[in-house]
DNA sequence: ATAATTAGTGTAGAATTAACACTAATAGAT
DNA sequence: ATCTATTAGTGTTAATTCTACACTAATTAT
């Protein structure tokens, strides 16, 4: 056994963590939005070296005096304005590799942001931040941040299948069959629809606001999303989950 | 939206990670075996300021040149000397609060390590480092690790469901009922032998060794793990998942 | 009126699960 | 040698859940 931080930590008086070389560390944040029926990224574009001209996902240091969920939380409200979203940790990226500037550990997070609040901030259509459908990226992105990415959508199909999560991505109040367009979005997949109102409809998570809302056809009712905890979380699931490769 | 690392970076000219502080990086590992037909988890001792005479998970720094995973690897193989076991990455802890001495974010690390195989080298009877079982550990751990374990333990319920992480505590070869008393020992529930005996042949991830082992009663076939990849994963599923509390 | 369109319900067969009764093969006791 | 305890392993059935798809409902556009 060698030297070990907090296994053969030295006395107070001789611990020194400056002997030791640190690296850097942020928070990426995939942030994802439903825009146009489709599912989509928030991305922005690189201004300087290294990888200047390719889009990444947002992120920026974690300060000393604040944690990773608040770092996150702070670098999701300066690129898109808005508060009390759904934020989870996803995995933390640490190869050595991974930026050519110094060694840098990044936390990644995923944000998702309710298809009634994405214009808030990012409306100033600047050229260097924008929403990205998920199919339909441009280019490689920075750094590794594809495979973040590919890791967030990959987490988010998995756990749409045992959580409430989807509710966090649609507005105040939705149709049924606007859920299960989410549904099928991130799962990329067809589902019944018979089967889905069924489904959905036992699990109790559906608040009826009574209203109507009118359309081509027959008008549809409206819900909301009726929250037995204060965060959204483990009550409905749409069917036994599938694999989610993670490691 | 104010300085951050990736989406808007310095010049290479000016770029300096030096302005910002940086935290100290670690990896801690939750190592679990099965001792006693019982799930043990390894701690050390703590002979120092904080926490002294505390039991905490090993760990230690993440040197510059090594990713992750790798720093993992090498702490696991310090503390106890077994290669080419079960590791996963957990969570990221980074409370800014979690030790006194100085900001330290920990990405904390399950490992699994197989009941043949966890005497080796923690056999030194060091009664500074131990196997202690889950639901008898020594006091409140040391740091933020007694909530650390809290998640390892749920995630490792949770995995059990959908993938083929209980082989991973398992000895070389082993029987049906071994496997079940496993599964039966992380879940903390008892679960029908006849089910039990028709879910795992259906999957057919058991490889028959054509062995018999005697013992007090009829003697049980002898089986083997079919690693249909090089690593153990997402293959028999006990049962649809049930809640991973893991945010 | 009637067609087109979107919303929503019913239902029957298939597949899976859960509970538990049953059979099998050994060691040790009588 | 037979009986009993003990551990191993199989069969069966009723209840539940899932799947596919046919059906009914309420509106707008023509």
């Keep these: 056994m060698s030297t070990s931080a907090d296994s053969q930590p030295e006395t107070a008086a001789t611990y020194d963590a400056s002997r030791y070389e640190r690296p850097s560390v942020t928070v990426d944040l995939a942030i994802f939005t439903l825009k146009d029926r489709e599912l989509h990224v928030l991305l922005v574009k690189r201004r300087n070296w290294p990888f200047e001209g390719h889009w990444a996902l947002p992120g920026g240091f974690v300060e000393m005096h604040e944690s990773l969920d608040q770092a996150a939380r702070r670098e999701l409200e300066e690129e898109t304005g808005v508060q009390n979203v759904y934020l989870e940790q996803l995995y933390t990226f640490g190869d050595p590799e991974r930026d050519p500037r110094t060694r840098v550990i990044?936390?990644?997070?995923?944000?998702?942001?309710?298809?009634?609040?994405?214009?808030?901030?990012?409306?100033?259509?600047?050229?260097?931040?924008?929403?990205?459908?998920?199919?339909?990226?441009?280019?490689?992105?920075?750094?590794?941040?594809?495979?973040?990415?590919?890791?967030?959508?990959?987490?988010?199909?998995?756990?749409?299948?045992?959580?409430?999560?989807?509710?966090?991505?649609?507005?105040?109040?939705?149709?049924?069959?606007?859920?299960?367009?989410?549904?099928?979005?991130?799962?990329?997949?067809?589902?019944?629809?018979?089967?889905?109102?069924?489904?959905?409809?036992?699990?109790?998570?559906?608040?009826?606001?009574?209203?109507?809302?009118?359309?081509?056809?027959?008008?549809?009712?409206?819900?909301?999303?009726?929250?037995?905890?204060?965060?959204?979380?483990?009550?409905?699931?749409?069917?036994?989950?599938?694999?989610?490769?993670?490691?």
């Design 106 to 247: 990044s936390v990644a997070y995923i944000a998702l942001i309710g298809a009634d609040m994405h214009q808030l901030h990012v409306s100033d259509e600047s050229i260097d931040v924008n929403w990205f459908p998920v199919r339909e990226l441009p280019g490689p992105l920075a750094f590794d941040h594809s495979k973040i990415l590919d890791v967030a959508l990959s987490r988010l199909r998995s756990k749409l299948e045992y959580t409430t999560l989807a509710f966090q991505l649609l507005p105040e109040v939705f149709s049924i069959l606007e859920l299960k367009h989410i549904y099928e979005q991130i799962l990329g997949e067809q589902l019944d629809k018979g089967n889905f109102y069924r489904k959905i409809k036992e699990a109790g998570v559906l608040e009826p606001t009574g209203q109507l809302r009118e359309g081509r056809g027959r008008p549809t009712h409206l819900y909301r999303f009726k929250r037995t905890r204060a965060d959204a979380d483990f009550v409905f699931r749409w069917r036994e989950a599938k694999v989610e490769d993670e490691a």
